[in-house]
Structure formats: structure tokens, C-alpha cells
């Protein structure tokens, strides 16, 4: 079973920037779609970004549209979530999170690896 390790959260100024990273552990190779979602303090899991297997495709929640830029390196064997101009309302815990097939999903119970979450704090 796929294993996703994930780094880079923090806490940053509004208006600041972060950069996201997700890999699976070891030798593991992710030939699928994947994706970022998000929990914000007593609230529920929300879709963040997709990408679609080979990176080609993107998808964003409206709410971090123009904001955010979700990316992969295949040949790296990571994906990446840029975040600018961060709000206090980003502040959540993002997780990385795999699919089993090509395309892009939305919906986390489509989503059958996940990573340990890295906390993201926005300062206002």
C-alpha cells in the first residue's frame, strides 16, 4: 500500500507564501492521479487541488483559485502545492492524498492513500 510523507507546512504571515511537498516513502512509485485537501479547525475535510496522473490537468477549489498552484515531478516522484498570499482563513491541516486511477478526483473518499497532514497557520 502506498505510503505519502509530506513536509513544508508552518506558520507564515498573511499575505506570505508556503510550498508543499508529497512523496510516498521508499521505492514506491505513484502512476496516478492526487491530490491536496484541507481540514480547518472545526471544520470538515474540504478539496484543496488536483492533478491528474501526468501532471497535465489541474483542479481547484474556488476558494484558492489564482492563490495556489498544485504541480507534480514524475521523474521525482513528487507533488507539490504552492500557496500565496495566504489568508488566516487557509490556516487547516493539508493532506496529501493519492487516487488508484488517471484522472482527477475532488472527492476524498475517492482518495484511498493519505499522508500524516502538515499543519498550515496563517498569522493575521
Known amino acids: 500500500q502506498v505510503q505519502l510523507v509530506e513536509s513544508g507546512g508552518g506558520l507564515v504571515q498573511a499575505g506570505g507564501s508556503l510550498r508543499l511537498s508529497c512523496a510516498p516513502s521508499?521505492?514506491?512509485?505513484?502512476?496516478?492521479?492526487m491530490g491536496w485537501f484541507r481540514r480547518a479547525p472545526g471544520k470538515e475535510r474540504e478539496f484543496v487541488a488536483g492533478?491528474?496522473?501526468?501532471?497535465?490537468?489541474?483542479s481547484y477549489a474556488d476558494s484558492v483559485k489564482g492563490r495556489f498552484t498544485i504541480s507534480r515531478v514524475n521523474a521525482r516522484n513528487t507533488m507539490y502545492l504552492q500557496m500565496n498570499n495566504l489568508k488566516s482563513e487557509d490556516t487547516a491541516v493539508y493532506y496529501c492524498?493519492?487516487?488508484?486511477?488517471?484522472?482527477?478526483?475532488?472527492?476524498?473518499?475517492?482518495?484511498?492513500?493519505w499522508g500524516q497532514g502538515t499543519q498550515v497557520t496563517v498569522s493575521s
Open positions: 492533478i491528474d496522473w501526468s501532471g497535465g490537468s489541474t
Open positions: 521508499g521505492r514506491t512509485t505513484v502512476s496516478a492521479a
Open positions: 492524498a493519492a487516487t488508484s486511477g488517471f484522472g482527477i478526483r475532488t472527492v476524498g473518499s475517492e482518495y484511498p492513500y
